[in-house]
C-alpha cells in the first residue's frame, strides 16, 4: 500500500516539480558527460598527462556534492513545508512518524533515479558534444560512439547517491521532531514579516553597500596578502547576506511611510508579497546570489582560458621545431637527422644569438617590465642588482642580438615579409604585450657597434617564441656587419615541416639534448640519488636555457619546443581548466535557478485567491498578467542582478590581470561580458518556463480564467 502510495505521489510531485527534476536530469547528465570524458581510455592513451584533467574534474566534484546535496535538501523540505497539511493529515488517520519518513523518502528516491536515467541518457548525447569539442581543439577528428566506462558509471552514481543520502538523512531527522501541530502550521511559517528591530537591520544595508565599494577599491590598489584575501573573502560573503537582511528592512520601512506612491495601482500589493517572501529567504537569496557570483565568475575565467589557448600556442611555438643549445659551435648534426627520418622538412635554419658583453636592455626591462618591475626596483626606482643576482632568472645575462639576414629568414618561415634595415638604423623584435612598457628612454637608445651608432628604426611583435630560444622577451636586430663583431651567446635550429610531425619525436629530439649536455634521464637521475651520488634534496633539471621571459600565468620554455607536442600539452593544461570551471559555473547557475522557479511554482496555487481578488476588484486580463510579470521578475531579477553588479568589478578586475600577464587579446569586460551573455540566456529560459507555468497554474482559479 505504502509502495502504491509512493508511486503516485512521487508521479504527482514530478509534475508539481518539473523544473527540479528536469535540472536533477541535467546535472545528472553533466556528471557523466565530464567524467566520462575525465575517465575516458582514449583521451588517457594519446595523452599522458590527461590524468590532470580527471584530477581537476575530481576536484571541482567535491563542490558538486555540497552544492547538489544543499540543492535536494533545500527542495524535499521544501516540499515537506508545501505538504505539511498532508502529512499531519496521515498522522491523525493513524499512520506512525516512521511509515511517513519513510513514504517521503521512497517518493524523493524515485523521482532522484528518474531524474538519474533519464540523465544518463542525455548525457551519452552530451558526452559526445564534450568528446567532439575535445577532439576538435587538437585538430583530431573524433567518430562518434557511446563510451561506457564502468568507472566513469560509479563515480556518476557515486556523486548523486551521496547527494542524496546527505539530503534526506537530515529530513529524515526533522520528521520524527514533529508534530502534528507543527505539520499543520509548517505552510504559514513562509507568511510570516518579520518586522522586529527593522530600524537596526536596515543600517546593515548600508554597511554592505558601504563594504562593497571598499572591496572594490581595494581589489583595484591594494596589495594581498593570504590572510589578507582570506579576510575579504569572508566580510565579503557576510556582506551579501546582511544585504538583503537590511533590503527586507528599507522595504518594509517604506511600506510603514506610507507615502502617496505606494498606493499606485498594484504598488502596494507587490510590495507585500515582496516583504512577505524577501522577509523569509533572506538567507536563501543571499545564498543563491553567492552562487551566481560563483557561477559568472567561472565562466569569465574559462573564457580567458579558452580564447587565449590558440594565441598562447602561437607565441610560444611558432615554429615546428625549435632547439636550444648553449654550445656555439653546435651544427645539430643528430637532431636533423633524426627530424628528416621521422617527417619531411620543408625548411631548416640553424643561427646564433650573439651578445656585446653588455646588459642595458636586461636592467631596463628589469625596472620597467610591468609584470617584474616591482620585484627588482629599489623604491627610487633604480635596478635591485642583489634582487637580480639573486632570482633574475627571466633574463640572460647579457643582453640578446641577432642578425637581420637570421631574422628575415626566420620571417620567412612564419609567412612573414622581410625587414630592410636602413643604414646606422637596428631594431627591436618584442613580445606584443612587452610594447606597453617600452617608453622614450628606450626608444630613443642608441647602440655603439663596429658600424658606428646605431638608432631605433622599428619595433616589431611577430610570435617568435621569445621564451629563452629566440631571447628572452626581446630581440636586438643588428646588421649582419655588426653582430659578426660580437660574441656568439648560443645556438638555435629553426625546422618548418610539410607534415604533421610525429608527437614521439619530442622524446627522442630530447634524449639527444641530454645526452650532449651530460644530462642523465630522469629515471636515471633518481636511481643516482638512491645511490648516494646525488644529494636528496636536489631536483632534476632538463634545460639549459638561460633565461625564461616574463610570462607570469603561461609559460612554455624547453630545450626542445615543438609546435605538435608543447602545443598539445598547453591545450590540455588549458582545458584541464576551462572544462571543470565552465563545468561547475554550469552546476551553480543552474541550482539557484531552479530554486527560484521552483519556489514561485509552487507557492502560485497560494496565489490564486489573491489575484482573484484583483479581478474582482477591476484589473483586466493583461493588468493580471501584467502584475505576474514584474512579481516574477523581482524575485529573479533582484538576485541576479546584483550578482551581475558584484561580480563585475571582480571578473573585470581579474581579466585586467590576465591580459596583463598574458598579452591575451580581448579585456576583463570583454570576458565578463561574454559569461553574462551566455548565462543570460540560460536565465530567460528558466524565467520563461516559471512565467508560463505560473500563469498555467493561476488558471485554476474561475475568476481568472473567465475575465
Keep these: 500500500m505504502l509502495n502504491k502510495l509512493a508511486f503516485r505521489n512521487a508521479r504527482r510531485s514530478s509534475k508539481d516539480y518539473m523544473i ?8 545528472a547528465a553533466m556528471m557523466f558527460a565530464f567524467d566520462s ?11 599522458q598527462e590527461a590524468g590532470v584533467m580527471g584530477a581537476m574534474i575530481g576536484l571541482v566534484s567535491v563542490f558538486i556534492v555540497v552544492i547538489l546535496a544543499w540543492l535536494i535538501r533545500y527542495m524535499t523540505r521544501f516540499m515537506l513545508e508545501k505538504r505539511s497539511k498532508e502529512f499531519g493529515t496521515y498522522l491523525l488517520l493513524g499512520m506512525d512518524k516512521k511509515q511517513i519518513s519513510r513514504l517521503y523518502m521512497k517518493e524523493n528516491i524515485l523521482m532522484g533515479a528518474i531524474s538519474f536515467l533519464l540523465g544518463i541518457g542525455v548525457g551519452m548525447f552530451l558526452q559526445q558534444i564534450l568528446m567532439t569539442i575535445f577532439y576538435r581543439v587538437f585538430g583530431m577528428d573524433y567518430p562518434l560512439h557511446v563510451q561506457l566506462n564502468g568507472w566513469s558509471m560509479l563515480m556518476t552514481s557515486g556523486i548523486y547517491i551521496l547527494c542524496y543520502f546527505f539530503a534526506l538523512i537530515r529530513n529524515r531527522r526533522l520528521f520524527r521532531k514533529m508534530s502534528i501541530a507543527e505539520l499543520m502550521r509548517m505552510e504559514k511559517e513562509n507568511e510570516k514579516i518579520r518586522e522586529n528591530k527593522s530600524g537596526w537591520t536596515r543600517i546593515w544595508f548600508f554597511m554592505a553597500v558601504g563594504f ?5 577599491f581595494l581589489l583595484f590598489k591594494g596589495r594581498y596578502s593570504v590572510t589578507g584575501v582570506c579576510v575579504i573573502a569572508v566580510c565579503f560573503f557576510l556582506s551579501v547576506y546582511l544585504f538583503y537582511y537590511g533590503f527586507s528592512a528599507i522595504l ?3 511600506i510603514h511611510k506610507r507615502k502617496a506612491g505606494i498606493y499606485k495601482p498594484g504598488r502596494l500589493f507587490l510590495l507585500r508579497q515582496y516583504t512577505g517572501k524577501l522577509g523569509t529567504m533572506r538567507f536563501t537569496t543571499g545564498t543563491l546570489t553567492l552562487l551566481l557570483i560563483m557561477a559568472i565568475l567561472g565562466g569569465s575565467v574559462s573564457m580567458m582560458f579558452a580564447q587565449f589557448q590558440n594565441q598562447a600556442i602561437e607565441n610560444a611555438v611558432p615554429f615546428d621545431i625549435l632547439v636550444h643549445s648553449e654550445n656555439t659551435e653546435d651544427l645539430f648534426t643528430e637532431e636533423m637527422e633524426a627530424i628528416r627520418k ?5 625548411d631548416v635554419w640553424s643561427y646564433q644569438i650573439y651578445q656585446n658583453g653588455t646588459h642595458a636592455m636586461n636592467d631596463y626591462l628589469y625596472t620597467h617590465g610591468g609584470t617584474i618591475s616591482k620585484k627588482y626596483q629599489n623604491p627610487d626606482g633604480s635596478l635591485d642588482e642583489r634582487a637580480v643576482e639573486k632570482d ?4 640572460y645575462e647579457y643582453d640578446t642580438y641577432m642578425k637581420v639576414s637570421d631574422y628575415n629568414h626566420l620571417r620567412e618561415m612564419l609567412g612573414y615579409e622581410p625587414v630592410k634595415l636602413e643604414k646606422g638604423r637596428y631594431a627591436i623584435q618584442i613580445k606584443e604585450r612587452m610594447v606597453q612598457f617600452l617608453d622614450e628612454q628606450i626608444k630613443e637608445r642608441t647602440l655603439d657597434t663596429s658600424l658606428g651608432t646605431l638608432t631605433l628604426d622599428e619595433i616589431y611583435t611577430i610570435p617568435f617564441s621569445q621564451n629563452g630560444h629566440n631571447g628572452a622577451d626581446y630581440l636586438i636586430i643588428v646588421p649582419d656587419e655588426a653582430a659578426e663583431e660580437m660574441k656568439g651567446y648560443f645556438s638555435e635550429l629553426a625546422v618548418s615541416a610539410k607534415e604533421k610531425v610525429p608527437y614521439n619525436l619530442q622524446q627522442k629530439l630530447e634524449t639527444i639534448r641530454l645526452k650532449k649536455n651530460g644530462i642523465p634521464t630522469q629515471d636515471e637521475f633518481y636511481e643516482m640519488q638512491e645511490r648516494g651520488e646525488i644529494p636528496e634534496n636536489a631536483y632534476w633539471e632538463s634545460e639549459t636555457i638561460g ?3 616574463s610570462d607570469q600565468i603561461i609559460s612554455c620554455t624547453a630545450d626542445v619546443l615543438m609546435r605538435n607536442g608543447i602545443g598539445m600539452d598547453l591545450k590540455l593544461a588549458m582545458l584541464s581548466i576551462v572544462f571543470p570551471l565552465a563545468y561547475v559555473a554550469m552546476v551553480f547557475l543552474c541550482v539557484a535557478l531552479t530554486i527560484m522557479s521552483v519556489q514561485q511554482l509552487s ?15 477591476g484589473m483586466n486580463e493583461r493588468e493580471i498578467d501584467r502584475m505576474i510579470l514584474k512579481q516574477l521578475a523581482f524575485y529573479y531579477l533582484v538576485p541576479i542582478v546584483i550578482a551581475v553588479i558584484l561580480s563585475a568589478a571582480t571578473a573585470v578586475y581579474a581579466g585586467h590581470q590576465f591580459v596583463f600577464y598574458t598579452g591575451a587579446k580581448g579585456s576583463g569586460m570583454y570576458y565578463f561580458g561574454v559569461s553574462v551573455a551566455l548565462f543570460g540566456g540560460i536565465y530567460l529560459i528558466y524565467f520563461g518556463m516559471t512565467y508560463l507555468g505560473f500563469k498555467r497554474n493561476l488558471s485554476g482559479s474561475a475568476h481568472y480564467t473567465n475575465l
Excluded at 527540479?20 to 546535472?27: D, E, F, H, P, S
Excluded at 621521422?342 to 620543408?346: D, I, L, N, P
Aim: glycine share 6%; charged share 20%; aromatic share 20%.
Design 20 to 27: 527540479y527534476v528536469l535540472t536533477m536530469t541535467v546535472m
Design 37 to 47: 570524458m575525465a575517465l575516458s581510455p582514449d583521451i588517457l592513451t594519446m595523452f
Design 212 to 216: 562593497f565599494i571598499f572591496y572594490t
Design 252 to 254: 518594509i520601512h517604506s
Design 342 to 346: 621521422r617527417c619531411k622538412t620543408e
Design 392 to 395: 633574475g632568472y627571466e633574463y
Design 547 to 549: 633565461g625564461f621571459g
Design 603 to 617: 507557492d502560485s496555487s497560494k496565489y490564486r485567491f489573491r489575484y482573484d481578488v484583483l479581478s474582482k476588484l
